[in-house]
């Protein structure tokens, strides 16, 4: 404790030189400034407060906190990250090029935002943006930019659309408009993603009207199945994510962990929703988290009271995993987690170790051959999935892997 104490006490220095270039900004003062400068003081108090935390429970959870307001912040704020000019216009080439030389968490979450930035700018200058990330569009950029950035312009087109419908229920048009809204979506999805990543950009649908739109996820629930292309699925895990990132799943409790996974079981009016918004939640806790074992371990013994399905957990993980290595080209970071000495055991094995490892050796590199890789944006059976990909068969075993409802033992 007095070790880290006094490293604690030796960063604080590094924290006010690298807060204080931004403070001597004139935008530092504006409200996007000052919520930047919250958010960075916030980050580096829970670093700080880790550091003397009691018990594993509570750094695991202070450490989540901060992951998810980095995150928040590299999307958010991607102008400020790259040092973007606010009268300069940037090719969507050089706006990714800057990542270059970003450790591979921060460059993901960045290019995230730099999708949404790119396409919001795109569609201030025009009614229906078209082409920007289609096949031609995508070729000069490096492939493992393209998940983030469809998921980014994902949320862009989906909030600029359900805006129209509106933010409260006193005027809200009728169901004929909201299915128009909802085709006109679909429609700028296909017409500016590349086929591989179309998914990303439709599962975006989810995670706005959740966290923005609340009161129309019933009518968009009902309005989707006409549109056919799986998209309840997709809206659904999107839904999930933004329940693991909703405000109020931020604060560093013990108890969040189980209200994600229970929200995600209740808010769902069908099964299929609840199957994709647990996957979807656990989707982006490992991706918050994938750094951090000791909380990923932590978020599953804050589980223990709580049943969910454990074909949907694992499919979020596997799904999770196959996304970090395509966005990385680097899967160390996944082969550490497997490799992570977890005291839950057979729990971990088999809910983090088995699909992650299976991800790896098994789902990745089928996916990308095959230009799929978007298809884990929504839950599905991966090993069937697979199978109609290549023509092999896996063991009952690793196929059935997680196919109970479970409830830990810790």
């Known amino acids: 404790m007095v070790n880290s104490a006094f490293q604690s006490r030796d960063c604080l220095p590094g924290w006010f030189s690298d807060l204080a270039p931004a403070l001597?900004?004139?935008?530092?003062?504006?409200s996007r400034g000052l919520m930047r400068t919250a958010l960075f003081i916030a980050r580096q108090s829970a670093e700080l407060l880790a550091a003397f935390a009691p018990d594993t429970g509570a750094r695991s959870a202070l450490r989540e906190f901060r992951s998810k307001l980095e995150v928040f912040d590299l999307f958010e704020n991607v102008d400020t990250v790259l040092r973007l000019s606010a009268d300069a216009t940037y090719p969507l080439e050089e706006l990714v090029g800057r990542t270059n030389g970003l450790d591979p968490f921060t460059a993901v979450w960045t290019i995230?935002?730099?999708g949404h930035y790119h396409a919001e700018i795109v569609?201030?200058?025009?009614?229906?943006?078209?082409?920007?990330?289609?096949?031609?569009?995508?070729?000069?950029?490096?492939?493992?930019s393209l998940v983030a950035l469809h998921a980014g312009m994902g949320l862009s087109l989906a909030n600029r659309l359900l805006a129209q419908v509106g933010r409260a229920c006193r005027n809200c048009p009728g169901p004929s408009h909201l299915h128009g809204v909802l085709q006109q979506f679909v429609t700028l999805c296909r017409d500016n993603s590349s086929k591989a990543y179309?998914?990303?950009s439709y599962e975006a649908l989810g995670?706005?009207?959740r966290n923005l739109y609340p009161h129309l996820i019933a009518d968009i629930d009902r309005e989707l199945p006409a549109?056919?292309?799986?998209?309840?699925d997709y809206f659904w895990h999107g839904v999930g994510r933004a329940i693991y990132f909703a405000p109020t799943n931020y604060l560093p409790l013990s108890g969040i962990a189980s209200r994600v996974?229970?929200?995600?079981?209740?808010?769902?009016?069908?099964d299929l929703g609840r199957r994709n918004a647990l996957a979807g939640a656990i989707w982006a806790m490992l991706l918050v988290n994938l750094r951090e074992p000791e909380v990923v371990e932590n978020f599953l013994v804050n589980c223990a009271d709580v049943k969910f399905d454990g074909d949907a957990f694992v499919n979020g993980v596997s799904s999770a995993a196959v996304i970090w290595c395509d966005s990385t080209d680097n899967a160390a970071q996944v082969a550490a987690l497997c490799l992570y000495p977890s005291k839950l055991g057979a729990v971990w094995r088999t809910l983090i170790h088995d699909p992650c490892r299976r991800a790896l050796d098994q789902y990745y590199g089928v996916l990308r051959k095959h230009g799929r890789v978007g298809q884990v944006f929504r839950y599905q059976s991966l090993p069937s999935l697979i199978e109609r990909l290549e023509g092999w068969d896996e063991s009952v075993t690793s196929r059935q892997a997680g196919a109970?409802?479970?409830q830990t033992s810790v």
């Open 24 to 30: 001597l900004t004139p935008s530092a003062y504006t």
């Open 123 to 144: 569609s201030e200058s025009r009614d229906a943006p078209y082409g920007l990330l289609k096949e031609n569009a995508a070729r000069d950029l490096p492939a493992k």
């Open 227 to 232: 549109l056919g292309h799986n998209l309840v």
């Open 207 to 209: 995670l706005v009207a």
């Open 198 to 200: 179309v998914a990303a």
């Open 112 to 114: 995230e935002g730099i």
């Open 404 to 406: 109970i409802i479970y």
């Open 261 to 270: 996974v229970e929200m995600t079981q209740q808010e769902p009016p069908h």
